[in-house]
Structures are given as C-alpha cells and as structure tokens.
C-alpha cells in the first residue's frame, strides 16, 4: 500500500515549502509541492500551506494567496475528511479565505520576531493533530513573523475552546497568547510558530514532528480522503 500523499501548496514568496515537504516526507507521508494556481488533486490525503511572503504580503498578509485556485479547493478535500496545516504565511492564508476566524494582525509591540519559543498543549482534543501531543505538554518551536497577532471580535473565549497551543510567553500580543487554532472539524489547523523547523534535533528540536506524526496516523488509519456522503453529513462539524 502506499503512502498518502500531502501536497504542499506554494505561492509565489513561499519560502517554508521545502522544510514542509521534509518534515511531511519525515512522517510518513508521500509529500510533493503543488503549484498554488491550480486545484489540488482529489487523491490527496493532506495539504499544507507554508511560510513566507505570499505576494509579498502586499494589501494584507495572505489575502492574495487566499484567493488562489488551490486554497479555494481546500474546502473539498476538507468535506472528504482530509487534513490541512497552515504555518505561519499558511495560517495568515487560512484565515483570509475564511477557514478559520478571526484575524491576524502586526505584532505588539510592532516588529518581527524570529526566536524559539515554548508552546503549550491546553486542550483535550480529538483532533488528529494532536494524537501525540497530551494535553499540558509544551513543546519548543521557533517563530519568525511580523504579523502573528490574532485577534477575535468575540474576544478569546470565543475561540478558546480551539485554541489547542498557547504561548508561554506572549511574543506578539496576540489574544489569549493564542498559538495555534483548529476549526470545528479538528482536521484544520494554523499555527504560528513553526513545526516544521523543529522535526529534527539538528536542528534544535524535534518537537514539531509529534505533530505530523499525529497526523499520518489518523490517516494511515484511515487511508482514503473521500468519504462517502452519509459519512460527510454525519461527521463534517463535529470536533
């Protein structure tokens, strides 16, 4: 049987693809960049959208992206029970094309941050994100962003019941020290700091993995990303 394959969207500026493409091959997963202009195959299990400078960030980081052929088609490979990460840019991307709510705005106090981080588990979740991450357990990630602050109109309780990663220490004043938020499926997940770039103790952590690891086991336990119509109904929103 073959691996599932995870399609690693990239825009014009992506600058994370390829550590993506490694920390996904590192999983399990049969990873392959995709261009953003064109709809993602039906085949795919995953999709992961990277970090960097999509259209240069111009109007507003990410919206350009968003309106891109294969973030449009993101949506059906979610209704057919697929998986999709936004990193950093990608979770920027996620939330201008309305797959998660809110918004993502500069940091406060303005000015980019790149450093490492720790991150906290604080959900109990279902999500195959986090099949291998306890609730309370921290992970060390690295951040590089100017414009990671979110924001809900509904302020953080709104949201706080999928925020599944905070902050131990607020690096850009983000709402709740919100990290990284998941939708009501649990299989759509952006998040700021980058995993990735911690799926290897060459390079400094490896805790970024546990996610992608999580991942490929959900869905080497399930294998195929269409699901047929009763399972789409039943199960489209719930967590």
């Known amino acids: 049987m073959s691996d599932p394959r995870a399609a690693v969207i990239v825009f014009p500026g992506s600058n994370g693809d390829r550590d993506l ?15 953003s202009g064109q709809p993602l195959p039906d085949d795919v299990a995953l999709a992961g959208l990277p970090g960097g400078f999509s259209y240069g960030d111009y109007w507003r980081a990410g919206m350009l992206a968003s309106q891109e052929p294969a973030v449009r088609s993101l949506s059906s490979l979610i209704d057919r029970g697929g998986l999709v990460i936004g990193v950093c840019n990608g979770f920027q991307i996620l939330v201008e094309a309305g797959l998660l709510p809110g918004a993502l ?4 106090p303005a000015g980019f941050r790149h450093r490492w981080v720790t991150v906290r588990c604080a959900l109990e979740t279902d999500s195959p994100w986090f099949r291998n991450v306890p609730n309370g357990a921290t992970l060390r990630l690295p951040i590089a962003h100017g414009e990671g602050s979110y924001f ?19 690096p850009n004043g983000s709402m709740g020290a919100l990290a990284a938020l998941l939708d009501d499926t649990g299989r759509v997940l952006g998040i700021m700091p980058h995993p990735e770039r911690a799926s290897d103790p060459d390079l400094g952590s490896e805790d970024g993995l546990s996610l992608f690891t999580g991942a490929f086991g959900a869905v080497a336990r399930h294998p195929s990303p269409v699901a047929g119509k009763n399972e789409v109904a039943a199960g489209a929103h719930t967590s």
């Open 21 to 35: 493409l490694e920390a996904l091959r590192a999983a399990g997963f049969d990873s392959f960049p995709h261009p």
């Open 105 to 108: 705005s500069y940091n406060d």
């Open 152 to 170: 809900h109109p509904g302020g953080f309780d709104a949201v706080a019941s999928h925020a599944p990663l905070l902050y131990e220490e607020n």
